[in-house]
């Protein structure tokens, strides 16, 4: 405990206090118990925020151990990439039953053991932050900005939910920010308008058509202001014995999601060999299914894509190229524990944008409009010497310039002469007032203020070092680290395909 005098500022202090001091090692779990505490003793639920920069070194909840990534990949034990060390599900069961949230902001220069500390924030319904190799002057207003957002939403506390269902199925699973005691109630400490669960139905009796299928979700919770409220959703869906009804009224951007989150919670227990097996199983099967039922006869080397899901392969192969599916040691684990966590919370439209970013081209704008130009496909094909792209996928964003970009253009946007005098070190655009540069960061503000995260801009002009960053981002290529372009997996799901009807 502290004795600090009466009418001194905390916060101030406490780098005078520990000035001298040697101890390195922070702690993590005491002090959410000891918020924890806080919150019982007021009687009411709540959110910490939790403020995380250096690496615990023990074993024990609060005290972790570093992880040898290129070992555990090449052993059948690369699962436990992902597996929390520790007792930290039993803190957040406590958490979860005394309506107390935790958010983790994290500051890493080092590895960090975020498959661990993770835990308690995705059990709570709380938010993950990760800001690597934090520097003050470029950084900040990212982080800034993150946690003045957090602290405007509006949530709901100590919630529980469940959905029930009419005859025919059944809710067989879940997933998101969520802890769960038994197999029908969801438990959230909190709950905000950027989380999503999403649940699987498994049909298991006779559906009828003339009545359909009802789904009910009821989530009881207490509000900002204190009044226990439930918020209750009823949803009637047609049923059909056509298949070709099914195939026609596919969501392809929910399927994503879907896929993306089984994969993700997958891993916890499968290597990750076996998790894209099936995937790739998965996407080959509908498809193939499509063709032999519902497709007009053709050739037997044609490939047939349903209307409403051509663009699940193209989705199919981003999400097997992730960070997190792509089993490469060049990627750090905690890097890739911190993006799965993401993706397990996300909602439909943030789950798509994650795997299949935005990519604008600038350079038509057209400023007589109030029109965003429309995105082209997210290859290097697209790219031009004379354009300007911007890209987003709700965590980045960059702004790539090519080289012979013009200088209207250039003088319009940064307020230099040339592509030369550009500077690749800023993190913001310049406030200039003219209608080009007003009307880029307007849309920059529109594609932001969509997205709970805060997206640091990244200036890249073509052929420097950055750019090959900004490359990893182009999904339809192929990637870095081995993943095949959308092309050559198109290639691939046919031949599955092709064996399937064979």
């Known amino acids: 405990l502290l004795h600090v005098p009466l009418g001194y500022n905390l916060l101030d202090q406490i780098p005078e206090l520990f000035a001298d001091t040697n101890e390195s090692e922070t702690i993590f779990a005491p002090v959410i118990q000891a918020g924890m505490e806080a919150l019982k003793a007021a009687e009411c639920a709540g959110k910490l925020f939790i403020f995380h920069s250096s690496l615990p070194t023990a074993e024990a909840p609060g005290k972790l151990k570093n992880r040898d990534d290129k070992k555990l990949l090449n052993t059948d034990k690369e699962k436990t990439l992902f597996q929390p060390q520790g007792n930290y599900e039993a803190l957040a069961k406590d958490c979860v039953a005394n309506g107390c949230c935790v958010n983790l902001f994290l500051f890493p220069n080092q590895y960090m053991d975020v498959a661990s500390m993770g835990l308690v924030t995705m059990y709570t319904g709380g938010t993950l932050y990760k800001y690597n190799n934090f520097q003050l002057e470029t950084d900040s207003p990212q982080f ?32 998101g920010a969520i802890y769960m005691n038994n197999t029908t109630d969801v438990e959230m400490a909190a709950v905000d308008c950027d989380k999503a669960v999403t649940v699987e139905f498994k049909h298991d009796d006779k559906l009828n058509e003339d009545t359909g299928a009802l789904i009910q979700c009821a989530v009881l919770y207490t509000s900002m202001s204190g009044q226990r409220r439930i918020r209750i959703h009823n949803l009637g869906l047609n049923c059909s014995s056509q298949l070709a009804d099914v195939y026609r009224t596919c969501e392809t951007d929910a399927l994503i999601n879907f896929f993306a989150k089984s994969a993700f919670k997958a891993v916890l227990s499968q290597p990750l060999k076996t998790v894209r097996d099936i995937l790739m199983n998965q996407t080959a099967h509908m498809l193939a299914c499509y063709k032999k039922n519902c497709a007009s006869p053709a050739a037997v080397s044609q490939l047939i894509l349903p209307d409403t899901v051509k663009v699940l392969p193209v989705y199919m192969n981003c999400l097997l190229k992730s960070c997190v599916l792509a089993g490469r040691p060049e990627i750090p684990t905690d890097e890739r524990a911190f993006h799965r966590q993401l993706v397990m919370a996300m909602g439909v439209a943030d789950t798509q944008l994650y795997f299949y970013p935005l990519l604008l081209p600038i350079h038509s704008l057209d400023l007589k409009s109030d029109a965003v130009p429309a995105a082209v496909r997210c290859s290097e094909e697209r790219l031009s010497e004379g354009g300007a792209f911007l890209l987003a996928n709700g965590l980045s964003m960059f702004l790539w310039l090519g080289a012979s970009v013009s200088p209207e253009l250039i003088q319009g946007l940064f307020n230099v002469p040339s592509f030369a005098h550009i500077s690749t070190e800023a993190i913001s655009l310049p406030n200039l007032d003219n209608p080009f540069s007003k009307k880029l960061k307007h849309i920059l503000e529109q594609i932001q203020s969509q997205k709970p995260y805060t997206m640091k801009l990244m200036i890249v002009k073509q052929r420097e070092q950055p750019e090959m960053l900004f490359r990893q981002f182009l999904v339809e290529d192929k990637n870095i680290y081995g993943g095949a372009s959308y092309v050559d997996f198109l290639v691939c799901i046919h031949k599955e395909i092709s064996q399937l009807l064979s």
């Open 144 to 175: 800034l900005s993150d946690l003045r957002k957090d602290i405007q939403k509006k949530m709901g506390f100590d919630a529980t939910m469940r959905v029930r269902t009419s005859t025919g199925f059944r809710a067989t699973d879940f997933f």
